[in-house]
Structure formats: C-alpha cells, structure tokens
Nanobody, 126 residues
Framework: QLQLVESGGDLVQPGGSLRLSCATSGFTLSSAHIAWFRQAPGKEREGVVC????????NYLASVKGRFTVSRDNVKNTVYLQMDSLTPEDTAVYYCAADQRPYSRCSAQPGVMDYWGKGTLVTVSS
C-alpha cells in the first residue's frame, strides 16, 4: 500500500531552520513525482516545490526560493525539505504528495496528486 508520512514539524523562532521528511513506502521514488505543499490557517493549500521521478526539481514557490531546498534519498525512499530563514508567514501544515501518472510533468498542483500524507505542523513564532 502506497503511503507518505511527513515528520519534522515543530515550533521554531523566526530566522530558524527545520528539515521536514517525507517517508514513502509501497512504491519507489523513481516511479512518481513528489511535491511539497503547505496550508496556512484560513488559506488554500499551495504548492511549495516538486521533484520529479528523475530527480529534477521545479516549481519552487516564489516566496521560498533561496530559503527552501528539496532533496531526496532514493535508498531511504525519503524526500526532504530543508527550510532556512523561516518567517511567521511560513507557518502552515506541510504536506507531501505523490503523482504517479506515467506521462505527467512535475507540478506542485494539488489537483494532480494521487496520494497525500497527513501533514506536519510548522509554527514560526517568537
């Protein structure tokens, strides 16, 4: 059974860093695009970044460019999101999701993802 489990969310002060993990099972990373999303209270879910089945990274959200870095470990079947220089505006529940469509482009669009994790909460506050 395909599963995605996020972890690493926490309370952090502005300017701090966190690394989120998305542990996957039931499939290999080479068979799916993986995207990170976030949803702040009262706001719509937005795509943060997508990493393709071949490891190509695309679609960083403009507000996180230069601060967030996505990476993946094919041996551990885990995708990471390193978040630096965090601000209160980064406060949200962060989700990872998988797109297994065979000919799709890597896109951090909520409507195209097949499987979702349950999310991990990141709170940036002093």
């Amino acid at each position: 059974q395909l599963q995605l489990v996020e972890s690493g969310g926490d309370l952090v002060q502005p300017g701090g860093s966190l690394r989120l993990s998305c542990a996957t099972s039931g499939f290999t990373l080479s068979s799916a695009h993986i995207a990170w999303f976030r949803q702040a209270p009262g706001k719509e879910r937005e795509g943060v970044v997508c990493v393709s089945r071949t490891g190509v990274i695309s679609n960083y959200l403009a507000s996180v460019k230069g601060r967030f870095t996505v990476s993946r470990d094919n041996v551990k079947n885990t995708v990471y999101l390193q978040m630096d220089s965090l601000t209160p505006e980064d406060t949200a529940v962060y989700y990872c999701a998988a797109d297994q469509r065979p000919y799709s482009r890597c896109s951090a669009q909520p409507g195209v993802m097949d499987y979702w994790g349950k999310g991990t909460l990141v709170t940036v506050s002093s």
